[in-house]
């Protein structure tokens, strides 16, 4: 099972990456390898998103969320050519900056060498988490252009 560690610190409060974190509908715009997410149900504490991932070829799949405000962990509900997907952002604050770790695990359906989809997915979560700190630095003052998590069920 491939597994992915990766940790940024991001010049900006914890409200705006955990919002930026939590706008999955947005994940398009902010990591390239995200072709399309739609939510089909969120809450504050749930999410559940169909996405499209390009990584080799499209990837379809849906994920399942658990939301809290220093932790957003998923897991696959289901998905052509994955077993598993789970992972989580991990986040943690001082007065200035907050402290992004990104987990990931896969298994594919299909074999592939570990070593081969390790490589993609180490290689793709250092610009996600590139693309997030320049987002959020970028708009550390405003929230109120982001959504939060609705109340949609």
């Not at 409200?15 to 715009?29: G, I, L, M, R, T």
């Not at 359906?109 to 290689?123: A, D, H, Q, R, Y």
């Not at 997030?132 to 982001?146: I, P, V």
Request: proline share 5%.
């Amino acid at each position: 099972m491939p597994l992915v560690e990766e940790k940024i610190k991001i010049n900006a409060p914890l409200d705006v990456v955990f919002a930026n974190v939590c706008n999955f509908e947005s994940y398009p715009k902010l990591f390239p390898e995200v072709k399309k997410a739609s939510v089909l149900k969120q809450t504050s504490k749930t999410a559940e998103v169909d996405f499209v991932f390009h990584i080799m070829l499209d990837i379809k799949c849906r994920l399942k969320f658990n939301i809290s405000k220093n932790f957003i962990s998923w897991s696959l509900i289901n998905g052509g050519y994955m077993k598993s997907n789970d992972g989580h952002w991990e986040l943690s604050s001082d007065k200035k900056s907050t402290q992004v770790i990104y987990h990931l695990e896969i298994t594919p359906t299909m074999w592939v060498p570990s070593s081969l989809i390790e490589e993609l997915i180490k290689s793709n979560a250092p610009n996600m988490l590139r693309n997030l700190k320049k987002k959020c630095e970028k708009n550390k003052n405003k929230l109120s252009f982001m959504k939060k998590p609705s109340s949609r069920a």
